[in-house]
């Protein structure tokens, strides 16, 4: 008990600019279940590159993203700020205006961990919105403000997402590989005219690419229907089948430069894997028991390993690797790709606990307010500080901002980060609680309250509390029963939306 004591506020205490990582890695995935790889338990898509990294880490069985969408999910984990306290966070169209402060603004994670002398970076999914101002964005000149000037010394992005328009990369504010004789038209309202749709060039279709709504079946680029409307800019077109490799090289190409800079880095990767549209290389077609949805698990894997291998070839295997997704998992999501059909069976929210299977499952998924739309797979690895054991500690992304920025030695200014705690002890494995509580939402604008193992959100006139302890499902509503916990629950919650 002495020893864990002393080693709780051994971690509570600055740590040196020796001690410090060399290297901080965020690699955010996309859609991604509890239960979707074999880390977590699926058997079917064996994850080789992150069963190792768990093996070297700790892996978490309760930690979560602050919401079951993507854009404010992504917002919180920069900000240290739940999403939810700022209007126009919800999910963003392609031709979003940018959510986040810049470094004038307010201080965020990469303007904090640019100051504490880290080269920092964004390399993949963007989808916090580019630009400022009422007039439509102009792809053709370079955007501003953008991850450049929220803290980011080097940006790669996808504007938005893989199934929305612009269907290009952006390289620090540029379009890659844009010719000015075809300039980028964007629209959300309407199409161009003689513009190829998935509504009316069925034919020109991807096997795996047909729409299951008017919603993606708009611009027709690379034989697979986008949400939203382009016209032009031919030459710099993506290939969705060459995505993973394309973010990944452009990662290990900023681990050499910083190396050779001799700078320390500090890198947010966020693939679009395993979102839709799923178009692995032909590599990975095939390769798991779970069809295409399994496929481009298995080249998420891919990818991680390369970026661990070109870590440790440069100089950063003091690294500190954080592994999260952006929300609970979701099977069909705009396209018929067979994943309903391939994955048949498959749980993907399954619960563990401790390292063991416990019986039923997690309810919930993407979009919702249930366990299963928050409840994220998590691993936190940093050699010589963590080594392969499994905790039940209560983790929020919303934690990171200040715990990164605290072990970097910074000081975080007054009124930044504002729901933001530094949990280093629980992310290394050495405490087993972890945070006091957290807050869940959805796109309804519903908010739970996880206190310990209970948690409390109020749907309607209706009020919901649950023991997670016996009751992973929330299948029993015990409100009714103790009506004295579910009103401090209440004034908890409501004193903290404050």
Same mark, same amino acid.
């Given at each position: 008990?002495?020893?864990? $004591?002393?080693?709780?506020?051994?971690?509570?205490?600055?740590?040196?600019?020796?001690?410090?990582?060399?290297?901080? +890695?965020?690699?955010?995935?996309?859609?991604?279940?509890?239960?979707?790889?074999?880390?977590?338990?699926?058997?079917?898509?064996?994850?080789?590159?992150?069963?190792?990294?768990?093996?070297?880490?700790?892996? #978490?069985?309760?930690?979560?993203?602050?919401?079951?969408?993507?854009?404010?999910?992504?917002?919180?984990?920069?900000?240290?700020?739940?999403?939810?306290? =700022?209007?126009?966070?919800?999910?963003?169209?392609?031709?979003?205006?940018?959510? $986040?402060?810049?470094?004038?603004?307010?201080?965020?994670?990469?303007?904090?961990?640019?100051?504490?002398?880290? =080269?920092?970076?964004?390399?993949?999914?963007? !989808?916090?919105?580019?630009?400022?101002?009422?007039?439509?964005?102009?792809?053709?000149?370079?955007?501003?403000?953008?991850?450049?000037? +929220?803290?980011?010394?080097?940006?790669?992005?996808? *504007?938005?997402?893989?199934? =929305?328009?612009?269907?290009?990369?952006?390289?620090?504010?540029?379009?890659?590989?844009?010719?000015?004789?075809?300039?980028?038209?964007?629209?959300?309202?309407?199409?161009? @005219?003689?513009?190829?749709?998935?509504?009316?060039?069925?034919?020109?279709?991807?096997?795996?690419?047909?729409?299951?709504?008017?919603?993606?079946?708009?611009?027709?680029?690379?034989?697979?229907?986008?949400?939203?409307?382009?016209?032009?800019?031919?030459?710099?077109?993506?290939?969705?089948?060459?995505?993973?490799?394309?973010?990944?090289?452009?990662?290990?190409?900023?681990?050499?430069?910083?190396?050779?800079?001799?700078?320390?880095?500090?890198?947010? #990767?966020?693939?679009?894997?395993?979102?839709?549209? =799923?178009?692995? !290389?032909?590599?990975?077609?095939?390769?798991?028991?779970?069809?295409?949805?399994?496929?481009?698990?298995?080249?998420?894997?891919?990818?991680?390993?390369?970026?661990?291998?070109?870590?440790?070839?440069?100089?950063?295997?003091?690294?500190?690797?954080?592994?999260?997704?952006?929300?609970?998992?979701?099977?069909?999501?705009?396209?018929?790709?067979?994943?309903?059909?391939?994955?048949?069976?498959?749980?993907?929210?399954?619960?563990?606990?401790?390292?063991?299977?416990? @019986?039923?499952?997690?309810?919930?998924?993407?979009?919702?307010?249930?366990?299963?739309?928050?409840?994220?797979?998590?691993?936190?690895?940093?050699?010589? !500080?963590?080594?392969?054991?499994?905790?039940?500690?209560?983790?929020?992304?919303?934690?990171? *901002?200040?715990?990164?920025?605290?072990?970097?030695?910074?000081?975080?200014?007054?009124?930044?980060?504002?729901?933001?705690?530094?949990?280093?002890?629980?992310?290394?494995?050495?405490?087993? +609680?972890?945070?006091?509580?957290?807050?869940?939402?959805?796109?309804?604008?519903?908010?739970?309250?996880?206190?310990?193992?209970?948690?409390?959100?109020?749907?309607?006139?209706?009020? !919901?509390?649950?023991?997670?302890?016996?009751?992973?499902?929330?299948?029993?509503?015990?409100?009714?029963?103790?009506?004295?916990?579910?009103?401090?629950?209440?004034?908890?919650?409501?004193?903290?939306?404050?």
């Amino acid at each position: 008990m002495f020893k864990h $004591l002393l080693c709780m506020l051994t971690l509570a205490l600055p740590l040196s600019a020796a001690e410090k990582p060399r290297a901080i +890695v965020i690699f955010y995935t996309d859609d991604l279940g509890y239960n979707d790889t074999s880390t977590y338990g699926c058997d079917k898509v064996p994850c080789p590159n992150l069963d190792k990294l768990a093996a070297e880490g700790v892996r #978490f069985t309760d930690a979560h993203s602050t919401h079951s969408v993507c854009t404010p999910s992504r917002y919180s984990l920069l900000t240290g700020e739940y999403a939810w306290r =700022r209007k126009g966070t919800g999910i963003l169209p392609g031709d979003a205006k940018l959510i $986040l402060p810049t470094e004038n603004e307010q201080s965020t994670l990469p303007t904090l961990m640019r100051q504490a002398g880290y =080269r920092t970076a964004v390399i993949g999914k963007w !989808h916090l919105g580019l630009g400022r101002g009422d007039t439509p964005t102009n792809w053709n000149r370079t955007i501003t403000p953008g991850p450049n000037e +929220v803290g980011f010394d080097h940006s790669f992005i996808l *504007a938005a997402t893989g199934d =929305r328009v612009p269907c290009v990369y952006l390289q620090n504010g540029d379009v890659v590989g844009l010719d000015p004789a075809d300039p980028i038209e964007v629209s959300y309202k309407a199409p161009f @005219d003689g513009e190829p749709l998935g509504s009316t060039h069925p034919q020109l279709l991807k096997k795996h690419a047909r729409s299951n709504g008017p919603q993606h079946n708009c611009a027709l680029i690379n034989g697979i229907p986008r949400i939203g409307y382009m016209k032009g800019g031919k030459s710099a077109l993506w290939k969705d089948e060459d995505m993973a490799d394309c973010l990944t090289d452009e990662a290990i190409r900023f681990i050499a430069e910083s190396a050779r800079m001799d700078k320390p880095i500090f890198m947010y #990767f966020a693939t679009n894997d395993i979102h839709v549209p =799923r178009d692995p !290389h032909k590599r990975f077609i095939g390769k798991s028991g779970m069809g295409i949805r399994g496929d481009v698990t298995i080249q998420m894997d891919d990818c991680l390993g390369r970026l661990r291998t070109a870590l440790t070839e440069h100089g950063y295997s003091d690294c500190l690797f954080i592994f999260s997704s952006d929300n609970g998992p979701v099977i069909n999501d705009g396209y018929f790709d067979g994943s309903i059909r391939d994955c048949k069976g498959h749980n993907p929210v399954a619960p563990m606990s401790d390292g063991k299977w416990r @019986d039923g499952k997690l309810t919930g998924g993407k979009y919702g307010i249930m366990e299963g739309s928050t409840r994220v797979p998590f691993i936190v690895c940093w050699p010589g !500080h963590t080594g392969g054991s499994n905790s039940a500690a209560l983790i929020s992304q919303v934690d990171l *901002a200040r715990t990164l920025a605290e072990l970097a030695g910074i000081e975080v200014p007054a009124g930044a980060l504002r729901d933001s705690r530094n949990m280093l002890p629980a992310l290394l494995g050495h405490d087993s +609680v972890g945070a006091p509580y957290i807050i869940e939402s959805n796109n309804g604008g519903t908010l739970a309250l996880r206190s310990g193992s209970y948690k409390y959100y109020r749907n309607g006139k209706t009020e !919901h509390l649950y023991d997670l302890s016996v009751d992973l499902q929330e299948q029993h509503n015990i409100a009714p029963e103790h009506p004295e916990l579910t009103q401090q629950l209440r004034k908890q919650l409501l004193q903290l939306r404050k």
